[in-house]
Structures are given as C-alpha cells and as structure tokens.
C-alpha cells in the first residue's frame, strides 16, 4: 500500500511540479514589467543609447566581415587558419571532456553522498575558479618541467640524466586542456549540483523499485535529467575556453585568440585581425545560442522542490575511498597544489620580488580594477532601473544585449574597442591640426579611457545579473509608494532601491573588481605605454621564463580570486538550507 | 469648481481590451468615497490612474477642475499631492518608522519634520515606534504607519487600495472606523477600493459599485442596499432573494408570497412583469399566518438566525428570526411579508419600463 501511494504521487508529480514553475516564472514577470510612462523618455532613450555605445566593439569587429579581404587574410587562409581552426576545435573537446569528467562527478558524489568532510569539499571544489588559467599554467610548467622539482627528484631518484627518460610535455595542446579543464569544471560542478539538488527522490526510487542499480539509476535517470544544467555549464566553460589566451600563448598552441594578437601585433593587420576575431565570435554565437536553448530545457526538467530531497547515501569501506578520492584529486591539483607552489616561490623569491616595484604595480591593478568596477556597476545599475521603469521588448532587449560581453573574449573586445578608438583620436586630431595647427595625440586609444571602456563591455553583465536579482526582491509598491510621497525616478532610485540593494551593490562591484583584476588579453592590448598591471608583469615575468618571479603577482590574484568564491559558497549553504 | 476629484469617462487598459469603460463620478471636498466590487472588476486599476501609475486610453481626470490624466497623458504620480495606502503598506523595509512617515516631507526643515511625524504618530496611536523597524511591526500597526506616511504630506487626496484586506475580519471593521475617524479629523478627502461591502459601509460616504469594468450605481451605503438602481446591486449588496411579480393594480404586486404591497414605479401598468427583491428582514417569522415554508438551512448569527426557507413551489426566500426562536431543519415555518419600500426591475428580456 505504502508503495503503491508513493508511485502514484510520483507518476503525477510532474504536473504540478510544472504548473509551479510556470506560474512562478510568469508572476515574477508581471511583477517585474513596469507600464510604460509616456513623460519618462529619458531613461529609455539613456538605456537604449548605453547599449548601443557597448555593442560597438562586437559591431565593429562583424562590419569587418563586409571589408575585401586583404593579402594577409589570404595569408591566414592559405596558411594558419586551419591551425586556429583545428586546435581551437580540439581544445574545446578536450576541455568539454575534462569538465565533465571532474564537474558532474564531482557534483554527484557531493549532492547524493555522505562521507567524511563533505561540507567543506562543497565550497572547497570551487575554490580552482580562483585562479586564472595561465596562472595555473605558468605554475605547472614551472613545476614540471626539466628544471622543476618533480623532474628534478625523479632524476636525484633514478640517476637519470637528460634524455634518459620521457617525461610528458606541459606545454602542449593536451597540457592546455588539462591546465583549462582544472579551473574550469566549477561551472560544470555549480549547476549540475543544483540540478541533483533539485531531484525528487521519488524518480530515483521509482527506478530502483523496477530493478535498476544505483549505477544504472544515475546513468538512466538521474544524469538524463540533469542534462540540461550540466550543458549550460559546460557552455560557460567552453566560452571561457574560447577566450583564454594567457595559456594557450604560453604554450605554443595556435588558437583563435593568439591568431588575432599575432596578426595585429605581427602582421599590423588590424582588418585581417577584425576578420579573424569575427570568425571567433561566430563560434562565441553558437556557444551562447546552445546555452540559452539548454536553460529553456533546463525550466522544464524542473522537479518540484517540495518534494522530499534526497537521503544521503553513506559511502563506506572502499566506496568512501573512491567518494573521496573523486573530490580531493580535483581540489588538490586545481587548487591546493599550484597555490601552494605559488606560496613556496613568493617565499623564496620575497626578498627580490616584492619592491616598490610590485607595491607600485598592486597599487596600478587595485586603482584601475577599483575604478573599473564603479563605473561598471554604474551602468549597469541605470541599465537594470532602466529596465524596471519601462519594461518594453525593446528594451530588455537593450538590456540583453549589454550583457552579452562576458561571452566575448577580451581579445575581441580589445579589437573592437582599438579600432573605432583609434578612428576617432585620428578624425580629432586631423581636425584640430588642420583649424588649430596642434596635435592632440591619443586622447582615447592609447589611454586608460578604452582599457576602462573595454573591461565595463566585457563585465557589464556581472554588474547587471547582480543587480538585476536585487532589484527583482524589491516589489514593485515599494516605487509606486515612493513615488505617490513626490519622489521622481532618480530620488527613488537614489533614496529607496539603492540603500535597500547596498548588499548586491557591493557583490556586483567585488565581481567585477576581480574578473577585472584578473583580465589579461584586452589589458595587453589596450594598456597605456608602460602601464603595468598584476596580471600583465605575470604575463611578462613568464615570457621571460621567470616562473617563481611571477609567483608574487600571480598569488595576489589567485587571492582576490577567492573572494567570489567565497560569495558563491555562501549562496551554497543558502541552498543547502533549502534541501537538507 | 467644488469638486475635489472628477472622473469623467475614464477607460485603462493594458494594450487589449479596456479594464474599466466609461466610468465616471465625482468626489467634494471633504468626503470618503469608495469603489467597491468583486474581484478582477476594475476597481484597483482604476485607483491607480487616479494615482497616475496607469495611463488613460480615454477620457479624463481632473483634480480641483485641473486636468491630471487624458488619454496617453498622466501628470507623474510625484506631482499629483495624491497619498497612497497600498494593499501590501509598501513600507520601506531600510527605514524606521519615523523616517517611514518622513520620507514625504523632504521639504520641511528637520524640526518642522519631526514635529509632523510626531503629530502623525500621535494620530494613529503610535507614539513610541518612531525609531521601530516596520518589520518589528504587527499587521494593524503597520497599516496605522502606511496610513501616516501617505497623510503626511497633507496630500489633496488620499488613496487606499483594499488597506484591510490582511486584517482578519474581527480587527476589519473596528480598524475601519478608526481609519475614518483620523481622516475625517483631519478633513482629508479619500477614495477606497474594497471587495468588502461592510468595510466599505463602515468607512465610506458614498459608494461606487463597480462590475466588469463599468460602474453600476454611485450612492451611500444606505440607498445601495434599500435602493439598489439594478440587479448586480441588488445581488451584490447585502442578502436577498429576486422572486418574478406581477402587477395587479397600482399599489400591488401578485408573487409567490401573495400580494405585496408597496409603491409602484410610474409607468407600469397592470399585468406586467416584474421582479422583486426581498430582504431577510422583508419576511418575518409569524406562527399566524396561513403561508408555511420549509427550513431547509440556518445560520446562527448571534442575536438571529439567519433562515433558509423552500416555499411549496422549490423556491427559497431569506428570513432573519430572533435567535430564541430555533426551529430544526425540516420544520415548516408560518411566515409573512413586510415591505416597507419595494424594490423592483423589469424582468429580463421584458421592454416594461420600471
């Protein structure tokens, strides 16, 4: 009998489940649309002209479509492309595999297990999102490699001398996708938790009850159902895979990204570099496409939370070795080894490293990453208002459009930001030497205007999701009383949603702070001459092979990289409170 | 120009079809009017053009004989001097309740502020919450905060959007009164919106019935129930059942129940058809009298009961009996009718004019 009542609240489960979520889904959206006022054209024309402004990079680099192909685009044709094409190809598959490999399994055994110190390896599995991935690739090759200490102890060990032994080469294609694979898979891990999080435990008995193993259930029922978060979180991984050139550059692999800055800093093509970042952003487009298409599915496979959540299993004996094991490999080569290396060379290396020098360099990183994040966190807060003052098509789609930056390599934008830049100095400059016989020089390209600018394309979304949440918890009456006491929609912005939003204010503002801080591409690019920030000197210090001199910048950033984790992992405990 | 608020053929929509159509009435100085229907009938967006957070798709609004809403137009809510209770109270959840009420007084010096606030407090009997968070608040003393922080401002008008639709109906009425006394006291001019005909009896000069989008009838609570203009009103307002009549002569019409008596409207000539509205308190219980009708439900109301009665025919009438008169379910009681003042429509589908 007992069976036979759970089976049936099982097999209609999904309905209500579904209604819920739509329903939900659809009164958040009445609450959220705000009537168009007619006297509030302001905002509206403010809003849709910011998003224009920041579509310029991505619509400059796609106008480069249009433009004849120059003789080095035929170059590339005949000669790199198909590298770029090839290697960028491969190290998407190859890193799609790794995160999968280590995020869902990750994610499984945390979400459905109980065994020693899984509360702590449930923050701590994100701890490798700290650190960038040529960071972690500078500090394995300097620990692999033939001068390295694990080289050098296999040949204190063995008696080996060069060429005695083959050692596998870090820096190579499959180094990158495992160097990529190592900081990347917390996407994976973050949303394929919350979708076994989210699992009636119902399902799952169900089909144990018709025969199946535990194994046979995860594979059958519980990852089918799963699928749609683990997709979007690979996505993110991918386009995050897509952008990366500090590791890919460091290791001689050709990709898109190490293309584009060799074409425009080698060949001096800026068009044939346009061309080739719009090709890259044709794969960025597909990749954002999929994911929006997975996030639908994702709605749908929706199970109610209401439900009971799962029971725990409790790993035992050699299960809780392989339970263990699962979590500890990730975490300990993702996170606690490269970061431990990084603290021995900054120790080692303290004397030489940390002069005025480097005080001067954190101050530059921390000053512009600082300033990077008000003015990003500006306009995204007077995108997000923008939107709940006149919820039109027109202007969410403004809104969306904004925000894709973040899917867009810092390459790319760099590109797109340089050339109108530059184009504008030089339309200024000819004009007022030809009516005022002076030179005004850079005013915008060569200044920290278009690194500033480039940083608020690529992170304005951070800014605007934070935001955007926040506003979304603050019911509507609350404007429409502030505004029947005589307030106009700035003061309510100003003297309600601000201060009642000062929590989000502050996390969008420490997100941005450190995706800023960790930038390299765009910063590469578009820096002031002799302009030095953290993730620069790193970049330089590794060129030159200086791996344990690096060890300082990199570790500074590996720290401030800490702190989303931190904030992610709170939102974890929020979560578990809900499940458990 | 004494009139304090006109609506004068107003229609809001949402893009489709209008939510409310043709509405027009008028409130003087003074007064406390409310907009009472069911659920979904317009009444809540209309009270919000008014407040100008819904624009008009025709007609107009004017406040003190200015124009402050036409169709695609609205004066912004900021610049209107209309206070506004919401449903929820919308207090500020970052403010305590002193700067809650203040929070609409920014042009006041801070001595003049927090003399108003502290009348305000006093007003709504909460002297010692100025520096409380209103989270720290119950129900009815939050209403009291939202109920200050729209008056401070002496707004023209105030605005009250179902304020007592979270009080459980013990508190409802007790808290409407008050509500009525504070703004009387203060010679404020208020519109309501309610589903609740005793709270809107109990706070409410006169009353706009509203269904469907259109209004049905605006008069005082009294005439709406002993006078209602049309059938909804009739249903709407109070208890009664509507029994199909014939007129037999110029003060009498032939029912179910026998001849009633009462005044007829002019124009309605013997033989024709009309329905009439009977009250509980039309029929009373008389052991006397030749016409029985079956119990068949009862509620007990305290001093009364309220009777459900079947008549022979299946038709059921209404009847309120002192309560020390239990009869059981089946019994057949003796009954009689009392008309003072008939109340009668045509029948539907008959042109006879009432």
Redesign the interface.
């Known amino acids: 009998m007992q069976f036979a009542v759970n089976g049936a609240g099982c097999a209609s489960a999904p309905f209500p489940c579904r209604e819920q979520g739509v329903s939900a889904i659809s009164s958040t959206a009445v609450e959220t649309t705000r009537?168009?006022?007619?006297?509030l054209s302001g905002w509206r024309l403010g809003v849709l002209g910011v998003a224009l402004v920041v579509a310029l990079p991505v619509l400059t680099v796609f106008a480069f479509f249009l433009q004849p192909a120059t003789d080095a685009w035929q170059h590339l044709v005949q000669t790199a492309l198909h590298d770029y094409v090839v290697n960028s190809v491969l190290l998407m598959l190859g890193v799609a595999a790794g995160t999968l490999l280590l995020g869902v399994s990750t994610a499984w055994v945390s979400a459905t297990c109980e065994f020693p110190g899984r509360r702590v390896f449930e923050w701590a599995l994100l701890l490798p999102m700290a650190i960038p991935a040529y960071i972690i690739a500078y500090t394995y090759t300097g620990l692999l490699d033939f001068a390295g200490p694990v080289q050098g102890a296999l040949r204190a060990l063995f008696g080996w001398g060069y060429g005695d032994y083959w050692f596998p080469n870090v820096r190579s294609l499959p180094g990158a996708i495992v160097m990529l694979s190592l900081v990347l898979y917390p996407y994976v891990y973050l949303l394929a938790r919350a979708a076994f999080l989210e699992q009636s435990v119902c399902v799952l008995e169900v089909s144990r009850t018709l025969g199946a193993t535990p194994m046979h259930t995860f594979l059958r029922v519980a990852l089918p159902m799963a699928r749609p978060a683990i997709v979007a979180g690979l996505l993110l991984a991918l386009m995050e895979t897509l952008a990366d050139y500090g590791t890919v550059q460091f290791f001689g692999v050709s990709t898109f990204t190490t293309g584009i800055f060799r074409t425009w800093f080698g060949l001096g093509d800026a068009v044939a570099a346009a061309q080739l970042s719009a090709l890259l952003m044709t794969f960025v487009f597909v990749l954002i496409l999929l994911e929006r298409w997975s996030r639908r599915q994702a709605r749908y496979h929706e199970t109610g939370a209401r439900m009971k959540s799962l029971p725990r299993h409790r790993l035992e004996g050699w299960r809780m070795a392989v339970g263990l094991a699962v979590c500890i490999v990730p975490l300990a080569f993702g996170f606690l080894l490269p970061a431990g290396q990084l603290l021995i060379w900054v120790v080692r290396t303290a004397g030489r490293m940390l002069d005025a020098d480097f005080l001067r360099i954190t101050g530059n990183s921390l000053v512009l990453a600082g300033s990077a994040a008000l003015v990003t966190l500006l306009v995204g807060l007077f995108m997000a208002y923008g939107k709940r003052l006149h919820g039109d098509r027109l202007v969410q789609g403004a809104v969306r459009v904004a925000g894709m930056g973040y899917a867009i390599p810092g390459t790319v934008i760099a590109i797109g930001v340089m050339i109108p830049f530059a184009w504008l100095d030089n339309t200024i400059d000819t004009w007022v030497r030809a009516r005022f016989d002076f030179s005004t020089g850079l005013l915008l390209s060569g200044t920290l205007v278009a690194l500033l600018f480039a940083y608020m394309v690529r992170f304005l979304a951070v800014a605007l999701q934070t935001v955007e949440a926040g506003l979304a918890k603050i019911?509507p009456?609350?404007d429409?009383?502030?505004?029947?006491?005589?307030?106009?929609p700035l003061d309510v912005l100003k003297?309600?949603h601000v201060?009642?939003l000062r929590g989000s204010l502050i996390t969008a503002m420490l997100l941005v702070f450190v995706d800023v801080l960790k930038e390299l591409p765009a910063t590469l690019v578009l820096r002031p001459f002799n302009f030095n920030t953290l993730a620069v000197r790193t970049y330089e210090l590794a060129a030159d092979e200086r791996l344990a001199d690096a060890a300082s910048a990199s570790l500074a950033i590996v720290l401030a990289g800490i702190i989303p984790v931190i904030l992610l992992s709170q939102s974890l405990s929020r979560t578990r409170i809900r499940y458990e | 120009m004494n009139k304090l608020l006109e609506v004068i053929d107003a229609e809001v929509g949402?893009g489709g079809a209008p939510v409310v159509r043709q509405v027009s009435f008028a409130l003087e100085p003074g007064r406390i009017g409310c907009l009472l229907g069911p659920s979904g009938c317009g009444k809540t967006t209309l009270l919000?053009a008014i407040?100008?957070?819904?624009?008009l798709q025709g007609g107009e609004i004017r406040m003190r004989g200015q124009v402050v809403s036409h169709a695609?137009?609205?004066l912004?809510?900021?610049?209107?001097r209309?206070?506004?209770v919401?449903?929820?109270f919308?207090?500020?959840?970052?403010?305590k309740v002193g700067d809650n009420i203040g929070?609409?007084l920014?042009h006041l010096s801070e001595r003049e502020r927090r003399a108003r606030v502290q009348t305000l407090l006093r007003l709504v009997g909460l002297p010692e919450f100025e520096g409380v968070y209103p989270h720290q608040l119950s129900g009815g003393q939050q209403q009291r905060v939202a109920l200050a922080?729209?008056m401070a401002?002496r707004p023209e008008l105030l605005?009250m959007d179902e304020p007592f639709s979270s009080m459980d109906a013990e508190m409802r009425e007790q808290l409407a009164r008050e509500v009525r006394d504070i703004i009387k006291e203060e010679e404020i001019t208020a519109l309501l919106v309610t589903h609740d005909q005793y709270e809107a009896f109990a706070m409410a000069d006169e009353i706009g019935v509203l269904n469907a989008g259109q209004l049905m009838q605006w008069d005082s609570g009294y005439n709406l129930y002993h006078r209602p203009g049309n059938r909804f009103v009739a249903d709407f307002i109070g208890q009664g059942v509507i029994l199909p009549g014939e007129v037999l002569n110029e003060g009498q019409v032939q029912t179910e129940l026998g001849a009633i008596n009462g005044q007829l409207p002019p124009g309605c000539k013997p033989g024709c058809k009309l329905e009439i509205l009977l009250r509980p308190d039309d029929i009373q219980h008389d052991d006397q009298s030749a016409l029985h009708a079956k119990v068949v439900a009862k509620a007990f109301r305290g001093a009364e009961f309220l009777y459900t009665l079947e008549l022979a025919s299946g038709t059921r009438v209404l009847c309120f009996a002192p309560s020390h008169h239990d009869h059981p379910l089946g019994e057949q009681l003796g009954i009689r009718v009392e008309v003072d003042h008939l109340v009668m429509f045509p029948q539907p589908g008959q042109t006879a004019s009432v």
């Open positions: 009537r168009p006022h007619g006297w019911r009456g609350m429409d009383a502030a505004r029947s006491l005589g307030l106009g003297k309600v201060p009642m | 949402y919000r407040a100008g957070f819904e624009i695609g137009w609205s912004p809510p900021e610049q209107r209309v206070g506004m919401f449903q929820d919308a207090l500020f959840p970052h403010l929070f609409g920014r922080r729209a401002p605005l």
